[in-house]
């Protein structure tokens, strides 16, 4: 078993490191500088990357990531896990989806892979090499020493301030699809979204290099204690039961579970800023067992009120049949902002996996 090497340090087999690589330096004083953490095992096996914070705001799961890599055992283990908790680290220390930079066309890390244009975004020919945002040049450092060395990726995502979201993205391109499905399975969340990733985002680009890459997207920002450490639970339990079955660790099998498989995805803004009343808690879609609350198409979801006349200015309500796994928590909205996702009915299917056998 050789040395694993990240940012050009080597880690012996059997031991774990934590590393930092510099990116940039900052008006503060110091450097923009990316961190990973490397459990390399004494055996071959896999190499799992976890990724979190590529959005600034999304921070719970670096608590999960935390948990699950506390009792990994290197000696153990079978193959190399690459965490990344914090791949957006203005944003993160921001709390921004973007990273607040002078040139925010280009803020958003999961769209700017990977790092670097194929044309000029002024004038005409190729970009030069320096005609990169700082969040490009973020992007380039995971694209070219991070996402190479993986076999496969658990890219982690929460969504916008206020919400609770319960749902794993898997692509409908490249050669890895059926692996991928296979792999958020085996993470465990029931709703499963199935959609054409972007080639600009962390999974999309992964998975152009052949990875095989899935985005769960579960928990929330500022839950109370208790359903924040449950949102933890199910994340360590996801990467768990990934790592079982990918044969980097011995452990039970997974139990069978229902997975459903849905593409079609109506999404509710309101037409109008006021003051949200929703009727679905974001802790109910979170601690479901399991996550999402059932609706009907008609059903209310929410109410908007005129914070200074009182008067309802609209309802919100269920566009179809199907599951709720994205809700927004009380208070105030401008007119456009996501609401509610549902995971549609129509369209859908249930399957239980692993298959039985005869």
Not at 65 to 80: H, I, K, M, Y
Not at 93 to 118: K, M, Y
Request: charged share 20%.
């Amino acid at each position: 078993m050789e040395p694993f090497v990240l940012f050009g340090q080597a880690v012996a087999p059997g031991s774990r490191a934590v590393l930092r690589r510099s990116v940039a330096s900052l008006l503060v004083g110091g450097p923009l500088a990316l961190v990973a953490h490397v459990v390399h095992g004494r055996s071959p096996g896999p190499v799992l990357g976890l990724v979190c914070g590529v959005h600034g705001p999304e921070h719970l799961p670096v608590w999960g990531v935390r948990e699950a890599l506390r009792d990994l055992s290197p000696e153990e283990l079978r193959g190399t896990v690459v965490a990344v908790p914090v791949a957006n680290p203005l944003a993160f220390a921001q709390g921004s989806r973007v990273t607040l930079e002078d040139d925010v066309d280009f803020g958003n890390l999961n769209r700017v892979f990977p790092g670097r244009r194929a044309h000029a975004v002024f004038g005409a020919g190729p970009s030069e090499p320096s005609d990169r945002s700082l969040t490009e040049r973020v992007a380039e450092v995971l694209a070219e020493e991070v996402l190479p060395h993986l076999t496969h990726l658990l890219d982690f995502h929460t969504h916008f301030h206020g919400v609770g979201l319960a749902k794993t993205i898997v692509g409908t391109d490249g050669g890895s699809v059926a692996a991928a499905v296979e792999l958020a399975y085996a993470f465990g969340l029931p709703l499963v979204h199935r959609e054409s990733v972007r080639p600009h985002t962390c999974t999309g680009y992964a998975t152009s290099l052949g990875v095989v890459a899935i985005a769960p997207e579960f928990g929330g920002d500022q839950l109370p204690l208790a359903a924040a450490r449950r949102c933890v639970e199910v994340l360590v339990r996801g990467i768990r039961r990934v790592m079982a079955h990918l044969g980097m660790t011995d452990g039970p099998p997974v139990e069978p579970g229902r997975f459903c498989l849905f593409s079609h995805v109506p999404h509710v803004r309101p037409n109008a800023a006021g003051y949200l009343v929703p009727r679905i808690d974001p802790v109910d879609v979170l601690c479901a067992d399991p996550p999402g609350v059932w609706v009907r198409a008609g059903d209310l979801l929410a109410e908007l009120f005129d914070p200074y006349t009182f008067e309802v200015v609209e309802t919100l309500r269920a566009p179809a049949d199907g599951l709720v796994y994205m809700a927004r928590r009380p208070g105030p909205v401008e007119a456009g902002a996501h609401a509610f996702a549902v995971a549609a009915e129509e369209g859908s299917r249930w399957v239980f996996w692993p298959p039985k056998t005869t």
